[in-house]
């Protein structure tokens, strides 16, 4: 069974930085696609960025140019946060998708403070 767990969530100022990190049980190249998703008190989960077996990365227009994800070579996928807002405070999830199955991590929360 394979297992994503995040960490790196936390309470932040408005301004400032914070590194997810998603790691899971299993080589980070064996997903053909890695995704982080947000759900904030009373809205839908919605996807924040996502990045393919190959690389390619896509974002949602509320983050372009303030978030970055990547991946090490091993089994880890990373989204830097920057210029945080409230906007941004929400629960954090990892989903990583191998053939017909996606999984999900547990989730890591965010809060940014005005």
């Known amino acids: 069974q394979v297992q994503l767990v995040e960490s790196g969530g936390g309470l932040v100022q408005f301004g400032g930085s914070l590194r997810l990190s998603c790691t899971a049980s299993?080589?980070?190249?064996?997903?053909?696609?890695v995704a982080w998703y947000r759900q904030a008190p009373g809205k839908e989960r919605e996807l924040v960025a996502s990045?393919?077996?190959?690389?390619?990365t896509d974002y949602a227009n509320s983050v372009k140019g303030r978030f970055t994800m990547s991946k090490n070579i091993r089994n880890t996928a990373y989204l830097q946060m920057n210029s945080l807002t409230p906007e941004d405070t929400a629960v954090y999830y990892c989903?990583?998708?191998?053939?017909?199955?996606?999984?999900w991590g547990q989730g890591t929360q965010v809060t940014v403070s005005a």
């Open positions: 990045m393919s077996a190959g690389g390619s």
């Open positions: 299993t080589s980070i190249f064996n997903f053909k696609v």
């Open positions: 989903s990583a998708a191998m053939g017909t199955v996606v999984y």
